[in-house]
């Protein structure tokens, strides 16, 4: 049998300090600090020992957040290229931000370190959670943890047949003047989008200084080389460096399922998914960082208001992602199009809303205009059809 080492008790666990983990554990911190009467007990448990940098996320920053002060760059303009042509995008009030995850771990850290009712124990997994009435008991490599909830951001499998967006980047240097540090690029399309869709993504930090990605969205990965030689392809033909020098490279698969994870339908009650395997991520986009940090205060206000937490976008958003991703599965040769026509008629304020999860009313009806309608008609009653 195995030897439980040690036990501790909280009101709250959560698995997995990754971003989300992390979020939370603060917002928790927070709510204890302001509110000393109702303070609850927390404990993070997090494989890693020690943190490195090892993501760049990106948003459009709506409204601020506890970790601010991890945004290292902001940029004002974006482009997306498609077909042969470019379009840019231009706003003042609401910059695309950039957050060193570095930073954001060690504001986090220094947070967990002051506060006396929430810990983060590095260096330890969860294997396991046991539900026994209203306790939870969260089985660690050498800890055994009893709680009342429990938020698990653990990474998940992902089940086969779901679109996934796929992507390795090399942030590089060059001896010479190579980029425009003030566009970011977000999608270039180079490629005919025959079976895959793909893309090229230029966040540039400096003139010589950038994070190239090559990005795909579908159903099955590339081998390394695969990516190493579209990026090398990229950087020498498509925007003629004829040097560099890979500082780090960074990668991920994001799931994009027609249906994201719903919380009504969790296997216990007390035991919250969260994160980017859970309905965090917006599935149409991949962003994941703006939408954990509200929801990571929502969870929290929730938690502290006995009241349960909630879906981190209404049914309509999630209808309106389902049918744009079971559109781009079924016609993934629109996509370069659809993208810079969404980019190119949407008014520049209201697609940014809208990807944030802050739409109103009348951007939906914006956004719904500027798509290709037979095909979209299709996909929404194909979605009828097949809830
Ligand atoms: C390279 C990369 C770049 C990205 N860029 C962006 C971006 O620009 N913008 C954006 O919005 N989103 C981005 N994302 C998506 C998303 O924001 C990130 O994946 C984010 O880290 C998700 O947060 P998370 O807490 O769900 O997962 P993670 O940050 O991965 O945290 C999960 C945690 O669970 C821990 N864990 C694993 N197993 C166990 C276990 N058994 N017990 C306890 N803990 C466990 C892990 O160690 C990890 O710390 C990016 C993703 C990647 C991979």
Known sequence: ????????????????????GLALACQIANYNEQHPDESKTAVVVEPRSNYQRDKTWCFWQHQPTPFDRAITHQWHRWQV??????????????PYVRVDSGHYY?????????????????????????VCDKQIGVQCEALKITAEFAYDTRPKNIPGNTLLQHFVGWEITTDYDAFDPNIVTLMDFQVTQANDIHFFYILPFDKRHALVETTHFSKTL?????????????????????SWHIQNQEQGVIPMPQKSASLTRREHFNVVPFGLHSDTPRPSTGYCYPHAQSQALEHVLNLFANKPPKAARNFFVRWLDQIFISFLEHHPEQAASTFFTLFEQVPTQVLIRFLGDNAKPFDYLKVIMAMPKIPFVREAVRSVSNP
């Open 106 to 130: 060690h504001i986090a850290q220094q947070q967990l370190a002051k506060s006396e009712s929430v810990s983060l124990i590095t260096g330890n997994s969860a294997s396991k959670i046991l």
């Open 1 to 20: 049998m195995e030897q439980v080492k040690n036990e501790q008790s909280a009101d709250v666990v959560i698995l997995g300090g990754g971003m989300s």
């Open 222 to 242: 590339l081998t390394e080389d695969a990516y190493a030689e579209e990026l090398s392809d990229y950087l020498s033909g498509s925007l003629g460096l004829a």
């Open 81 to 94: 290229c498609a077909n042969g042509r470019t379009h840019t995008s231009e706003y003042s009030q609401v």
